[in-house]
T-cell receptor, first 116, second 113 residues
Framework: NAGVTQTPKFQVLKTGQSMTLQCAQD?????MYWYRQDPGMGLRLIYYSASEGTTDKGEVPNGYNVSRLNKREFSLRLESAAPSQTSVYFC???????????????FGPGTRLTVL | AQTVTQSQPEMSVQEAETVTLSCTYDTSESNYYLFWYKQPPSRQMILVIRQEAYKQQNATENRFSVNFQKAAKSFSLKISDSQLGDTAMYFC??????????FGTGTSLTVIP
């Protein structure tokens, strides 16, 4: 199993350009997440998808859109990149097993995005 | 709203010694889960330990243990016999029903040889 994969690993954009970050998981997890990580601010949730066909805003959704293409894939799109979106982006997935069992999040390796 | 606070931005410990990282959280939920994640320089997020709020017994994983004080909403991580490979950023995280996670701002731990 590959776990959670993200592409690309690095990206440099100019202000105003658009791009899509791709994420896929092969663990049959229901829930998927997009976070951004900035120095001194930890991980902040951008969007999440509790199950296939649903998406919800997190703490910092402005400037982003997401698509839960199917159970495996959850993409993050920047329509018009801004320097404030320079960050490391993590995708994660999880499955809730109720009162016991594993319900942790599994993370991808991250994408370092720089917007000039 | 749920918040997770890690009040120690940086810590250091001598190799083989014990260190405790602090975490407090705020929630009105009664059922939830708490986690500590480690992020080494490789940037990969790795689960260290988890605690279910309904369990009174503190979780332990080898050299890692937690002190979970539900009434005080405190969830500290103790690392015993610190090793050089423990050098990393450590994040405390809270999960409520609905599978939404909240992370603290992290504590950067350096193990000194």
């Amino acid at each position: 199993n590959a776990g959670v994969t993200q592409t690309p690993k690095f990206q440099v954009l100019k202000t105003g350009q658009s791009m899509t970050l791709q994420c896929a998981q092969d663990m049959n997890h229901n829930s998927m997440y997009w976070y951004r990580q900035d120095p001194g601010m930890g991980l902040r949730l951008i969007y999440y998808s509790a199950s296939e066909g649903t998406t919800d805003k997190g703490e910092v959704p402005n400037g982003y859109n997401v698509s839960r293409l199917n159970k495996r894939e959850f993409s993050l799109r920047l329509e018009s990149a801004a320097p404030s979106q320079t960050s490391v982006y993590f995708c994660a997935s999880s499955v809730y097993h109720g009162a016991s069992g594993s319900n942790e999040q599994f993370f991808g390796p991250g994408t370092r995005l720089t917007v000039l | 709203a749920q918040t997770v606070t890690q009040s120690q931005p940086e810590m250091s410990v001598q190799e083989a010694e014990t260190v405790t990282l602090s975490c407090t959280y705020d929630t009105s939920e009664s059922n939830y889960y708490l986690f500590w994640y480690k992020q080494p320089p490789s940037r990969q997020m790795i689960l260290v330990i988890r605690q279910e709020a309904y369990k009174q017994q503190n979780a332990t994983e080898n050299r890692f243990s937690v002190n979970f004080q539900k009434a005080a909403k405190s969830f500290s991580l103790k690392i015993s016999d610190s090793q050089l490979g423990d050098t990393a950023m450590y994040f405390c995280a809270f999960m409520k029903s609905g599978n939404q996670f909240y992370f603290g701002t992290g504590t950067s731990l350096t193990v000194i040889p």
